[in-house]
């Protein structure tokens, strides 16, 4: 039963037992049954627009987010990278962050992932433990 049926009910039954709203208890009872039913209509039009409220930003919210994917498309949340770069994901896109490189064993045919950071010289194979040779060009000028 929600609040202005029960606000109602109260009203019926008030009327049923024909108070007489001469005296000072039969205007007192009316009174707090007019408040008692204005209260269920301000919360009823309070309910009415929290759901109205509810679904305009369930609506703003799909829509910022079809428009994240659309700005972000490449990125995701689950980046590592320890970059300054404006673009925080580990994706392929033009991000200059990336100093990280693949070598392919030449033993067993993996592919490895290594950080910038390390050695080329002293590199082995994590799947097979081949010594692997890097063929990495400097840059010179």
């Known amino acids: 039963m929600t609040l202005?049926?029960?606000?109602?009910?109260?009203?019926?039954?008030?009327?049923?037992?024909n108070l007489d709203k001469d005296t000072a208890e039969g205007k007192l009872i009316g009174a707090l049954i007019d408040i008692v039913g204005d209260i269920a209509n301000a919360q009823a039009e309070t309910d009415e627009d929290l759901e109205y409220l509810n679904d305009y930003i369930e609506e703003i919210d799909e829509?910022?987010?079809?428009?994240?994917?659309?700005?972000?498309?490449?990125c995701d949340?689950?980046?590592?990278?320890?970059?300054?770069?404006?673009?925080?994901?580990?994706?392929?896109?033009?991000?200059?962050?990336?100093?990280?490189?693949?070598?392919?064993?030449?033993?067993?045919g993996e592919i490895i992932v290594f950080d910038g950071e390390i050695d080329p010289e002293d590199l082995s194979c994590p799947a097979c433990g081949e010594k692997l040779v890097c063929d990495c060009e400097e840059d010179e000028d």
């Open 63 to 74: 829509d910022l987010g079809a428009l994240e994917e659309e700005i972000y498309e490449c």
């Open 77 to 108: 949340d689950d980046c590592d990278c320890d970059c300054d770069c404006d673009c925080d994901c580990d994706c392929d896109c033009d991000c200059d962050c990336d100093d990280s490189f693949e070598i392919t064993c030449p033993a067993c």
């Open 4 to 17: 202005s049926e029960k606000a109602a009910y109260i009203k019926g039954l008030a009327e049923g037992l």
